[in-house]
């Protein structure tokens, strides 16, 4: 019998933390009731109470899971030190742009709980020092001492994110509908460690 009771508690706070992922990122932390995530879990809000104290905690589990995604498989690249420098820039384009594939309202939903303030009831990480400090850094580093490594990684990453945030306003002007946009995206995985590759072999931007 325990471990039915625990099967079955399991289920029950999957089944809670997948409508609360649906919830959250279609209303957001603050157009989120509990009573929104009870209602599309399919049942009473005294036993989500039961299991989730808050909508807070809720947040925080959904929020660590989008970003645990994301970055349990970049990190690994980030620090791999037999691969090249082009190759990580390959590999971290194409995990990234997978991910997005596959939540295409995530990068929309992180930057509206960012600035209404509700990412700051995340906790912080170390994640900027992990990054600073890695492999695909130092690389950088060696190749290109007058290319500032954040100026580089945002470029990367915006050729990467901002296509996801932009994709409302391609489809509702007949741009890129949800077939074509995918194939545009798979077509970057292409496209961007080439122009990546074209920062590198620029002039010194110092001079």
Do not use: C
Not at 42 to 59: P, T, V
Not at 78 to 102: G, P, Q, W
Not at 117 to 138: A, E, R
Not at 193 to 198: G, L, M, S
């Amino acid at each position: 019998m325990q471990v039915e009771h625990s099967h079955t508690d399991t289920n029950t706070e999957e089944k809670i933390i997948a409508a609360a992922r649906k919830v959250f990122l279609s209303k957001g932390f603050s157009g989120t009731r509990t009573r929104d995530i009870a209602e599309e879990a399919g049942i009473n809000l005294a036993l989500l109470n039961y299991y989730f104290r808050s909508k807070q905690k809720l947040f925080e589990l959904v929020m660590q899971e989008k970003i645990q995604k994301l970055l349990g498989s970049l990190l690994p690249i980030f620090n791999n030190n037999a691969t090249s420098l082009e190759d990580k820039i390959a590999l971290i384009v194409d995990n990234y742009i997978e991910i997005l594939s596959e939540s295409p309202d995530l990068p929309i939903f992180v930057l509206n709980e960012i600035r209404k303030k509700n990412f700051q009831i995340v906790p912080k990480s170390d994640l900027g020092t992990v990054i600073m400090q890695s492999s695909f850094i130092k690389q950088l580093q060696e190749r290109r001492t007058d290319i500032n490594p954040v100026q580089f990684l945002l470029s990367i990453l915006g050729m990467i994110i901002f296509p996801f945030v932009a994709k409302p306003l391609l489809d509702y002007n007949g741009l890129a509908k949800e077939d074509i946009f995918l194939s545009l995206m798979q077509e970057r995985k292409k496209l961007i460690p080439v122009w990546a590759d074209a920062i590198l072999k620029s002039n010194d931007v110092t001079k």
